[in-house]
């Protein structure tokens, strides 16, 4: 399953972004990878570093995948999806 999303946070994913990004996806119930669209290998989107080394910036694309499938899959991938639509990172 994966996600194709436009990153909305004004920041982009640097420092605080991907750390608080990263705690969000380490409390899904499936594992997630996260790619820029275009090229890169995806990392592992529980990883501040791995999130950082993609320099995703406010109105890149991404994609979300997880390897898991059925309800967890989806909530995983809604749930990050939705973070990364927000562009104020409470």
Avoid: N, W, Y
Wanted: charged share 20%.
């Amino acid at each position: 399953m994966e996600r194709t999303v436009v990153v909305a946070i004004t920041e982009g994913l640097h420092a605080r972004p991907a750390a608080l990004f990263a705690q969000a996806a380490g409390r899904q119930p499936a594992p997630v990878k996260i790619a820029k669209t275009g090229g890169g290998d995806p990392v592992d989107a529980a990883s501040v570093l791995g999130i950082m080394t993609l320099g995703a910036s406010a109105g890149d694309e991404v994609v979300l995948r997880t390897e898991a499938d059925g309800d967890d899959a989806t909530a995983s991938l809604d749930a990050l999806a939705d973070f990364l639509s927000q562009e104020v990172v409470a």
